[in-house]
Each structure stands twice: as C-alpha cells, then as structure tokens.
C-alpha cells in the first residue's frame, strides 16, 4: 500500500470512529440533535444545487476557492486566482473573516453573515442560496481552519453536500459538519445579488450589510438592494431612507420624492425623511412648499443641525428668486 493510501485509510477509520464518538454524545451536536427532533417547517427534506460552480483549493487558498464559487453562482465574472490578492494573507497562510465579508461588496454584492443556526443554514440552501461556512478540520489538538460552500444536503440520510478542498461533492454527515462548524461559533456567510435576500435575513441585520456594500459598491446595486429589503419590509424606515438617498444620488429627484412622501405617510414623526423631503423639493425648485415642510420638522440634537441647514438652504435659494 503507498504511503498516500496508508494515510486515506487512517483518514476514512478515524472519520469512522470521529462520526461514533460524536453520535453517542449528544451535547457535542446541539443542533444537529435540534433538527433531528425537528425540522424547520416547509422546508423540503432533501435538495442540491448540482449547477454551483467548483474550484479546486490549492494549499491554504480555500478562502478564494469558496468565495469565487459563491460570487460566480451569483453572477459575478471572476475566480479563485483573481480573488487572492483580496482575501489571500499569506503571512497568516488563510484568509480572514472580514476580507471574506468584505470583498462581494466590491461586486455589487451584499456579503450576508446568517445566524449562527444549523437550520438557518438549511433553510438558505434550501432556497438555493449556497453558503460559505468555516470549520476547524483538525484532528485532535490540531488546529486547521477551512472554507467549504454548502450545496445540499439529504435529511433522511443524514448528509450535507459540500464544495470543499478537491471534492466536488463531498459528502458530510450532519454530526461532523456541526461538531467542525462549531469552533468557529457557525460562522457562515451568502454573497447575495441585490435584487435578492436570505430567506433568514432580519431587517435589523441585513440592512447594515446594504450599507456596507454602499460605501464601497456601485450606487445602482446599492438602490436595487434597498429597493428589493422595502419589497420585504414595506414599513421599513431605514429601507425608504436608504432606497431615497441611492435615488436622490443618481439624480432620480422624482423618484426619490416618491419614496420620501411614502415614508412620510408610514412615519410622519420622522425627522430624517422630512429633512430629505424638504431638500429634494428645495432642489426641484420648489422651495416654498420645501419651507413649510421643513417649518414643521421638530428636531432635537443631533439632527437639529442637519435641519438648520437645510432651512437656510431653502431661505437663501428663496431670496435669490426674488
């Protein structure tokens, strides 16, 4: 038997006896117990996303291997070896968290962290969502992190189906993906087009990521990010605000009062979209009618000073028509 043969066979017995191990200790797999006793409700038992792209990771790079197959299913034009520079430390021979969340944002995409729950994670790839996961794949006291993207999984037979290292397909049992997922606190992430959310995504959480992706992507994925969490959260503040402001910034002054006056409806005690309000009327040329809106904004510190502003604006726009 060659030496690499030896080392597959001590893999695959240790796997074996890893797999027992874990089955007969129960608070080692929380989650997985979780979801054995039940499954989240209309979720399918078993699906797969054969049509994910596959990149094998070469030595210590399967941060760009795991990221390019989640942006490359999103649509986005790149690869493995064009995502190192961004994401690749080679002094740490890995690559971070963060670079791995910030970096869709430079393609328009909104870089997501979903829960730290196994069904949350179900629940996205059942929605054809594949998502990036970090596991510590060491044996014993050895410590080795690895990105792998979920594709699928088969509740009934136990397994989840993983683009990991050189396997195209790797087959997972659910107890050793969460008993390596764990360590690092289910850290896992969705690299989303911004016409598209997580099925799990919270207005309170997924809006920061829009913004994180504004301040570094194009403003039009930015306004058909916010555009697309208003669809979810027609109450949404911070969605209208956001959806207004990538609106007013491309110009789309129309748009951007169409917005503002729906939110004004749902929140007329907002201060923010009075100010914005007043300040696209004001720059239609319709300062007298800006005036009265902005009149009626009753604003306390911080945005007493925004407010001031825009007044005098107003004011000064007003005396130079005369």
Same mark, same amino acid.
């Given at each position: 038997?060659?030496? #690499? ?35 989240? =409700?209309?979720?399918? @038992? ?18 760009? #291997? ?29 690559? +971070?968290? /963060? =670079? ?10 909104? $870089? ?25 794949? @060491? ?38 993906? =969460? ?21 799990? $995504? ?6 920061? $990521? ?27 503040? !911070? ?10 910034? +491309? @110009?789309?002054? !129309?748009?951007?009062?169409?917005? +503002?006056?729906? $939110? ?20 239609? @040329? ?17 945005? /007493? ?18």
């Amino acid at each position: 038997m060659t030496p #690499a043969a030896v080392v597959r066979s001590a893999r695959l017995a240790a796997g074996a006896f890893f797999m027992a191990v874990i089955c007969g200790c129960a608070s080692l797999v929380p989650q997985t117990m979780a979801l054995r006793d039940a499954w989240p =409700e209309g979720v399918p @038992g078993r699906t797969e996303m054969a049509d994910v792209p596959f990149f094998p990771q070469e030595d210590y790079q399967c941060g760009p #291997a795991a990221l390019a197959t989640s942006l490359v299913y999103s649509g986005v034009k790149t690869s493995p070896d064009a995502l190192v520079s961004k994401v690749y430390i080679p002094e740490r021979q890995g690559s +971070l968290q /963060a =670079e791995m969340l910030a970096t869709p944002r430079q393609f328009g995409r909104v $870089a997501y962290r979903i829960e730290p729950r196994f069904a949350d994670l179900i629940r996205e790839v059942a929605a054809g969502n594949p998502v990036v996961i970090l596991q510590d794949i @060491g044996l014993g006291f050895f410590t080795k992190w690895h990105y792998a993207v979920v594709v699928g999984y088969d509740y009934p037979a136990g397994e989840l189906y993983l683009r990991s290292g050189e396997k195209q397909r790797e087959k997972t049992p659910f107890t050793i993906l =969460e008993y390596t997922w764990k360590k690092s606190n289910y850290w896992a992430m969705v690299a989303m087009p911004p016409g598209r959310l997580p099925v799990t $995504a919270t207005e309170a959480t997924y809006l920061p $990521a829009i913004a994180a992706m504004e301040r570094v992507g194009d403003k039009r994925a930015a306004l058909e990010a916010y555009a697309a969490a208003l669809e979810r959260w027609p109450g949404s503040l !911070g969605a209208s605000v956001g959806l207004a402001n990538q609106h007013y910034a +491309l @110009g789309n002054l !129309g748009e951007a009062e169409t917005v +503002l006056r729906q $939110a004004s409806t749902r929140h007329p005690e907002s201060v923010v979209v009075t100010n914005n309000l007043a300040q696209t009327l004001s720059d239609q @040329g319709r300062n007298e009618e800006a005036l009265k809106l902005i009149d009626h904004a009753k604003a306390e510190p911080p945005l /007493a000073a925004s407010v001031a502003e825009t007044r005098g604006l107003i004011l000064q726009r007003l005396k130079q028509k005369k």
